[in-house]
């Protein structure tokens, strides 16, 4: 029975649906169940820092309900994103309804869509890694897979990196730059792996133009069925999902940077280079995305095997609370900026 706890993942599409069908200020559900109730509760539950072992472990590994549990986020994800459409399409809503519908399915998109989507994108299964691109596509950041797993892994924790956030620098300007400088890396991505297997940059191999095509053919379908109003709900509900991917992105390695070896490369990848939590409910709601160390040092390992490490740096709260901190800069750097290392502190700037 413990491991249907991750089922607690589909509270946040559920409080979005029952904001899009009774509507009113039901609408703002899911912003006040994400960002005020589940951070009141990291706050008055313990954390939990137990590792599987063993033969439990193994267990855990082969269990295939935590795929399916995965799985389970395709159909509720665009079930509800084109059962949101349809509602605005065929209701007549007041300003501040169409508001909490926009975040709350942007919410849903960030969480059980990037975030699932980034779980099965680095899974070896060429289905599972499909599925992942698809969850992708409401977000209209398809791009994500070829940056992340190319460039984010490769780079984590140093300059290079656009999804690491530098000391000091405030969330609002994170956000910038790295959904500008993402967008570009993975079309330099794409270029260095076509050039790799001597392939022509804009060919049939391309992946980014597949994206592009796609994403543009998503909108097109929308417009086309829904109307020009609908489509501009689309594109804000997409704009609020990845957000709060970038987000996730700024707490997760907040001015913690690799040292650079005389060899001018940097230093490999360990436990002290990602920010993680123990807090039960962030962990859950997140498939254990707050484990981010062990998840950098074996970026293929299911997430429910993930493991706790000492030498890891704790955050003093869960990740949904953090992301509520981030958005008050200066609480966010009174908070953070002394658990920082002092030499990251100044490889950082």
Not at 115 to 120: K, R, Y
Not at 163 to 170: G, L, V
Not at 192 to 210: G, V
Not at 299 to 307: A, F, H, R
Request: proline share 4%; charged share 15%.
């Amino acid at each position: 029975m413990k491991d249907l706890k991750y089922l607690a993942a589909f509270t946040i599409p559920i409080s979005a649906f029952i904001g899009i069908y009774i509507k009113g200020y039901w609408s703002f559900i899911t912003p006040v169940y994400a960002f005020v109730l589940i951070p009141a509760l990291e706050l008055l539950l313990p954390v939990n820092t137990t590792n599987f072992e063993g033969k439990e472990r193994e267990a855990k590994l082969k269990n295939k309900l935590f795929d399916w549990l995965l799985y389970l986020n395709i159909p509720l994800v665009f079930g509800l994103f084109y059962y949101s459409l349809n509602e605005l399409a065929a209701s007549s809503i007041a300003t501040y309804e169409l508001i909490g519908i926009i975040i709350s399915m942007g919410i849903v998109l960030g969480t059980n869509g990037i975030n699932v989507a980034h779980e099965l994108g680095h899974r070896a299964n060429v289905y599972e890694r499909f599925l992942g691109k698809l969850l992708l596509l409401p977000s209209l950041y398809m791009h994500f897979y070829i940056e992340h797993n190319y460039g984010h892994h490769l780079h984590a924790a140093t300059k290079e990196d656009p999804a690491t956030a530098k000391y000091n620098q405030s969330v609002y300007s994170f956000w910038l730059t790295s959904v500008t400088r993402q967008y570009i890396n993975a079309w330099v991505i794409q270029g260095k792996l076509l050039q790799s297997q001597n392939r022509r940059k804009f060919s049939l191999y391309n992946d980014m133009l597949w994206y592009t095509i796609i994403q543009i053919g998503h909108l097109c379908f929308i417009y086309y069925f829904f109307g020009p109003s609908i489509l501009i709900y689309a594109v804000l509900a997409a704009l609020v999902g990845f957000l709060l991917l970038e987000t996730v992105n700024y707490i997760e390695h907040y001015g913690l940077i690799r040292k650079k070896l005389p060899s001018g490369r940097y230093e490999r990848v360990r436990e002290v280079h990602s920010w993680n939590s123990n807090h039960v409910i962030g962990r859950i709601i997140l498939y254990e995305l707050t484990r981010h160390s062990d998840h950098h040092y074996k970026s293929s390992k299911k997430y429910q095997i993930l493991d706790y490490h000492d030498s890891s740096p704790q955050m003093p709260f869960g990740y949904p609370t953090s992301m509520v901190l981030s958005f008050l800069p200066p609480l966010w750097f009174r908070v953070m900026n002394q658990r920082i290392p002092d030499e990251m502190k100044e490889a950082s700037l």
